[in-house]
Antibody
C-alpha cells in the first residue's frame, strides 16, 4: 500500500524557516517523481514544487521560488521541503504527492495526509 | 497556463447529473489533464487522468472528456459522497497549476 506521511509542520514567526519531511513507503521511491502542494485555510490547491526521481530536475511555483527548496534522499525514502523567509501567506496544509507517469500521461496519484504550517507572530 | 473552472458552485440533488468545466488559457495536451475530488478535511483523491482515464477504484459514473482548452468532468448520477469540491490540474509544463475548484453541494 502506498503511504506518504508528512511531518515538520509547526507554528513559526514571519521571516523564519522550517523543514518539512515526507516519508514514503509501499512503492519504489527512487523511481518516482514527487511534488509538494499546499492549501491555505478555506482556499484551493496550489502546486508548489516538483522533483524528478534522481533529484536533478526541480521546478517551483513563482510564489515560492528562491525561498523554498525541494530535495530528496532516495536511500531514506524521503522527500523534503526547506522553507525560508516564511510569510503569513505561507500558512497552509502542505501535502506531499506522488507523480504517476505512463505512456498515457502524467498525474498526481497519491497524496499524504498533509502537515499544517502556521506563520504568525 | 491558467485554469478556470465553472461553475463556482453547482447545487444539485442526489441522482442528478453534474457537468463541471475546466478551461485552460493555452492548449493542454489531453495526456496532461487530471481531475480530483476533495472532501472537507481530507486530501484530494485522483478521479480522472489523461482527460478521460478513470483512476483505480473510481466508479464508472465519473467520466472525463475534452481537448485543447476545454475539458469536462461528468458525474452521471450523484451519490452522497460526491458532494465535495472538484479540482482540475494540468501537467503540460511547469507550473503544474490547479483550477480554483467547483463546489458540488446538495440542493
Amino acid at each position: 500500500e502506498v503511504q506518504l506521511v508528512e511531518s515538520g509542520g509547526d507554528l513559526v514567526q514571519p521571516g523564519g524557516s522550517l523543514r518539512l519531511s515526507c516519508a514514503a513507503s509501499g512503492f519504489i521511491f527512487s523511481n518516482s517523481e514527487m511534488n509538494w502542494v499546499r492549501q491555505a485555510p478555506g482556499k484551493g490547491l496550489e502546486w508548489l514544487s516538483y522533483i524528478n526521481n534522481g533529484g536533478s530536475i526541480r521546478y517551483y511555483a513563482d510564489s515560492v521560488k528562491g525561498r523554498f527548496t525541494v530535495s530528496r534522499d532516495n536511500a531514506k525514502n524521503s522527500l523534503y521541503l526547506q522553507m525560508k523567509s516564511l510569510r503569513v501567506e505561507d500558512t497552509a496544509v502542505y501535502y506531499c504527492a506522488r507523480m504517476y507517469t505512463s505512456s498515457s500521461g502524467k498525474t498526481i496519484d497519491y497524496w499524504g495526509q498533509g502537515t499544517l504550517v502556521t506563520v504568525s507572530s | 497556463i491558467v485554469l478556470t473552472q465553472s461553475p463556482g458552485t453547482l447545487s444539485l440533488s442526489p441522482g442528478e447529473r453534474a457537468t463541471l468545466s475546466c478551461r485552460a488559457s493555452q492548449s493542454v495536451s489531453s495526456n496532461y489533464l487530471a481531475w480530483y475530488r476533495q472532501k472537507p478535511g481530507r486530501a484530494p483523491r485522483l478521479l480522472i487522468y489523461a482527460t478521460s482515464i478513470r483512476a483505480t477504484g473510481i466508479p464508472d459514473r465519473f467520466s472525463g472528456s475534452g481537448s485543447g482548452t476545454d475539458f469536462t468532468l461528468t458525474i452521471s448520477r450523484l451519490e452522497p459522497e460526491d458532494f465535495a469540491v472538484y479540482f482540475c490540474q494540468h501537467f503540460s509544463s511547469s507550473p503544474f497549476t490547479f483550477g480554483p475548484g467547483t463546489i458540488v453541494d446538495i440542493k
